[in-house]
């Protein structure tokens, strides 16, 4: 199948992905005066009094807006808010199916972090949680910062903690098959955006201790001169070895290479100068860093990908539906790191050692065990760690 044409035939017959139904029935004078006027102002007043109420009396406590400005759609990059709409819709549908969450696309037309914040700020009193979705960096990280500090809902940008959250799970089982250990392998990342910044960060905490950034101009070094602030927060945490030069550079004795860049910009040799029982994570999409077959053919040991043709599939689907799920049910105030290990740990757990193969590390996307246990590990955390209302 030709999937980006049969898409776009699809998506003129669907005329978009979702709906807005109806969950109580209005065909009776009893039925109306209880959902609407007169009836409807008791909750109205109720909320007045003690506002924590419209998590217990709206549809609030399980609806969470999906936020772009259309700045890095895919690997489609700026292609505005209107284009992003089928992406934002899809992610919408997929929050309904793998994780029951109410969610509603929201394309916001500035690329202004005050004007996108403030209106975030705005529009929270409707919502349980906030996603935040193909948000160019640097701009997202100060988005998200800020949010984060202003509101008592849970605010998580999927791009950044999603990949990094289910990256992780992926090396956890990865790691088990070659027999190495979190804390002896060394960790190439091309690609200092959003996700590879927020991956670097969180496989740190995670109990990676070696991990280099390269972007498009070559390996991140504390020191060097550079207009991007979140590049110079990462390089003051990563490359402990002070590592110069490029891309290939790097992946001489690396143990794990992580792509999430552009298509086509490792090659054969470079896979083969990693080190015995290489890892190769390669998540750009359409087209990968390398094939998953040339990957393999080189030398690597694994190869997971972004692509559900493939095996191995690093796909935030196993994140996002599951981990609003629990902090929607937990009615957490944030979401925070404790939460976000416990999701990476529950994603990993699903694969059994016994069942555990070079093609098989992660659940499926369509897993339902694996949104469950997400679920029920990010609640857990949440009310264990105190981040949730009292």
Not at 1 to 12: D, F, T, V
Not at 25 to 40: C, F, M, N, Q
Not at 52 to 74: H, K, M, Y
Not at 273 to 287: C, E, K, L, R
């Amino acid at each position: 199948m030709n999937y980006r044409e049969e898409s776009l035939k699809k998506h003129a017959e669907w005329k978009g992905k979702i709906e807005v139904v109806s969950r109580v029935e209005v065909d009776s004078r009893e039925k109306l005066s209880l959902a609407y006027t007169p009836g409807v102002a008791e909750p109205c007043l109720a909320i007045r009094d003690d506002p924590e109420q419209s998590f217990r009396l709206t549809r609030r406590w399980n609806t969470v807006p999906v936020i772009t400005d259309g700045t890095a759609i895919l690997g489609l990059g700026d292609i505005g808010p209107e284009a992003g709409m089928p992406v934002m819709e899809g992610k919408c549908a997929l929050f309904k199916a793998f994780g029951d969450v109410d969610a509603v696309p929201l394309c916001i037309r500035s690329k202004d972090v005050d004007e996108i914040v403030r209106t975030v700020e705005l529009l929270a009193g409707s919502f349980g949680g906030i996603n935040l979705e193909d948000i160019a960096a640097p701009r997202c990280f100060e988005i998200e910062r800020r949010l984060k500090e202003d509101l008592d809902i849970p605010v998580f940008h999927d791009d950044q903690h999603g990949t990094a959250i289910v990256l992780a799970a992926a090396l956890t089982n990865a790691l088990k098959l070659v027999g190495k250990k979190a804390e002896d392998v060394n960790v190439v990342i091309n690609g200092a955006g959003a996700a590879g910044i927020a991956i670097a960060k969180f496989l740190l905490g995670y109990g990676v201790k070696d991990v280099v950034l390269c972007d498009k101009y070559g390996l991140l070094c504390e020191g060097e001169e550079t207009d991007n602030p979140a590049h110079r927060e990462i390089a003051a945490m990563t490359n402990r070895r002070l590592l110069k030069g490029k891309l290939a550079d790097a992946m001489k004795g690396a143990d794990v290479f992580v792509g999430v860049s552009v298509a086509n910009c490792v090659t054969k040799e470079m896979v083969r100068s990693m080190a015995d029982g290489a890892i190769v994570f390669t998540m750009a999409n359409p087209v990968p860093e390398i094939s998953r077959e040339d990957a393999l053919e080189a030398g690597a040991a694994i190869v997971g990908t972004g692509s559900s043709e493939k095996p191995n599939q690093i796909n935030n689907v196993l994140v996002f539906p599951g981990l609003f799920r629990g902090a929607l049910d937990a009615r957490a105030t944030t979401v925070n790191r404790e939460m976000m290990l416990a999701a990476s740990r529950a994603i990993a757990s699903c694969v059994k050692d016994d069942e555990l193969s070079r093609d098989y590390i992660l659940p499926y996307a369509y897993d339902r065990r694996a949104h469950d246990a997400v679920a029920r590990a990010v609640a857990e955390a949440a009310r264990a760690t105190g981040a949730v209302r009292k």
